[in-house]
């Protein structure tokens, strides 16, 4: 290997994109710049023209096709790093909108609570999620047209004291309890 190093290339790559034209305000020259998230492309132009292009886009890469079928469509699924993590999605992502988390574990319980139907829209079902702190609470997977969320694990049934289409189970010191879901009533179910 020879120790001399051809300048040549880094001078040629550092200025391939300082050339190109601004697409937004066509008087402009695109730049190189960094910012506070990574590289990016600049209009010359700025402040009069704010156009920008990042350069590193997180948008869900493939990490490992993982030889799984679809649920929903039947195509590959994926495992994707994108900007809130690690996810599996399908491989035909736009035409199917499969998205699942890595750690979700299928017990047959779990599968029981998620096919409560919402006692408000009456359409959709209450799904486990986690809230941004780990939080585990079951909400409308028809949101965000509708907004119903509980914090207990749901369980199909009616409150014996105002007729409310939803219980919730509750753990307390004595034992596991049923109690209306509904906001106003709250009664333990005997």
């Known amino acids: ?3 001399k190093i051809n300048q040549q290339l880094f001078s ?6 300082d050339h190109e034209p601004c697409p937004q305000c066509h008087s402009g020259k695109l730049l190189l710049k960094n910012g506070k998230h990574g590289p990016f492309l600049g209009c010359d132009q700025y ?14 890469h493939i990490i490992k096709e993982l ?5 929903e469509c039947g195509s590959e699924l994926l495992l994707r790093q994108g900007r809130f993590g690690m996810f599996i999605g399908c491989s035909h992502y736009p035409d199917c909108h499969f998205i699942q988390s890595p750690n979700k574990q299928d017990e ?6 998620d096919s409560v139907r919402c006692p408000e829209c009456g359409k ?3 799904k486990e999620r986690k809230s941004r702190y780990g939080k585990v609470f079951f909400a409308c997977d028809c949101y965000p047209k509708c907004k119903f969320a509980v ?3 749901p369980v199909t049934g009616v409150c014996q004291y105002c007729g409310y289409s939803l219980l919730v189970e509750k753990k307390r010191a ?17």
């Open 151 to 153: 914090n207990h694990a």
């Open 108 to 113: 047959p319980e779990q599968e029981a609570k």
């Open 12 to 17: 040629a790559h550092e200025h391939a994109l």
């Open 47 to 60: 402040p009069s023209c704010d156009y920008i292009k990042p350069l590193h886009q997180n948008d869900g």
């Open 174 to 190: 004595a034992g596991t309890v049923l109690e209306c879901a509904s906001r106003r009533c709250q009664k333990i179910q005997e």
């Open 1 to 3: 290997m020879s120790g």
């Open 124 to 126: 959709g079902t209450l």
């Open 67 to 71: 030889g799984v079928a679809c649920p």
